[in-house]
T-cell receptor, first 113, second 113 residues
Framework: KAGVTQTPRYLIKTRGQQVTLSCSPI?????VSWYQQTPGQGLQFLFE???????NKGNFPGRFSGRQFSNSRSEMNVSTLELGDSALYLC????????????FGPGTRLTVT | DAKTTQPNSMESNEEEPVHLPCNHS???????IHWYRQLPSQGPEYVIH???SNVNNRMASLAIAEDRKSSTLILHRATLRDAAVYYC??????????????FGKGTKLSVKP
C-alpha cells in the first residue's frame, strides 16, 4: 500500500496570505489528523477528521481550519499567515480496529516571511 | 491525557540492546501506552503499543510494569538507523475514535558505531 502523501512538500508564503495543504491517507483509512511541529512547541495536535466530520480539535486559533472529502483526502487551510505559523505540518491517517496506530506523512514545510 | 516523563537523551552503541524508560504515574486503567519515533527529517513512525501485558513486534518490545506506572521500550540490537526521537504517549480509546496524540519532548537516542 502507498503511504500517506502530502503536497506540497515545501512552501514559502508571505505574512497575511493564506495557504492550503493537502493530505492523501493510506487507502482504506477513514481518519485523518493534522499536527504542527515547531522547534519551540514540538508536535501539537491541530484537528482530526473522520467521515468528513471534524471529530477532535486542538487549541489553535480559528485561522486554522480543515476539511475532509468523501474519498478521505483532507485539506487544511491557514488564513492570514503569521511568522509564527512557520512549521512542519504533518498529516496522519488511521484505520479503525488496528490499535489506532497512526501513519504519518513526510509533512509540508511551511515558511512564512 | 495523562502525562509521561522520559529522559531527554540517551546514547547507545551499535548492535547493543537499548532500554528506553517512560514514567506515567497518573495513568488510568483504560490508557494504552503507545510509542512512536521520529527519524531526522521524517514524520513520526508508529513503533508499538500495549495495555497491560508485554508486547513484541518486529521493531521492538514493550515491557509494562505490573502497576502500569512505568514502561520500557526495548530495541534488541540498535542500529544506526534507530537514531531518532522516541515518544512515549498515553491514549484513551474513545470508542472507535483514534483521538489525538499528545506528544511530549521525547527521548533523543544517539547510536554510536
Amino acid at each position: 500500500k502507498a503511504g500517506v502523501t502530502q503536497t506540497p512538500r515545501y512552501l514559502i508564503k508571505t505574512r497575511g496570505q493564506q495557504v492550503t495543504l493537502s493530505c492523501s491517507p493510506i487507502s482504506g483509512h477513514r481518519s485523518v489528523s493534522w499536527y504542527q511541529q515547531t522547534p519551540g512547541q514540538g508536535l501539537q495536535f491541530l484537528f482530526e477528521y473522520f467521515s468528513e466530520t471534524q471529530r477532535n480539535k486542538g487549541n489553535f486559533p480559528g485561522r486554522f481550519s480543515g476539511r475532509q472529502f468523501s474519498n478521505s483526502r483532507s485539506e487544511m487551510n491557514v488564513s492570514t499567515l503569521e511568522l509564527g505559523d512557520s512549521a512542519l505540518y504533518l498529516c496522519a491517517s488511521s484505520a479503525l480496529g488496528q490499535g489506532n496506530e497512526q501513519y504519518f506523512g513526510p509533512g509540508t514545510r511551511l515558511t512564512v516571511t | 491525557d495523562a502525562k509521561t516523563t522520559q529522559p531527554n537523551s540517551m546514547e547507545s552503541n551499535e548492535e547493543e540492546p537499548v532500554h528506553l524508560p517512560c514514567n506515567h504515574s497518573t495513568i488510568s486503567g483504560t490508557d494504552y501506552i503507545h510509542w512512536y519515533r521520529q527519524l531526522p527529517s521524517q514524520g513520526p513512525e508508529y513503533v508499538i503499543h500495549g495495555l497491560t501485558s508485554n508486547v513484541n513486534n518486529r521493531m521492538a518490545s514493550l515491557a509494562i510494569a505490573e502497576d502500569r506506572k512505568s514502561s520500557t521500550l526495548i530495541l534488541h540490537r540498535a542500529t544506526l538507523r534507530d537514531a531518532a526521537v522516541y515518544y512515549c504517549i498515553l491514549r484513551y480509546p474513545v470508542g472507535g475514535s483514534q483521538g489525538n496524540l499528545i506528544f511530549g519532548k521525547g527521548t533523543k537516542l544517539s547510536v554510536k558505531p
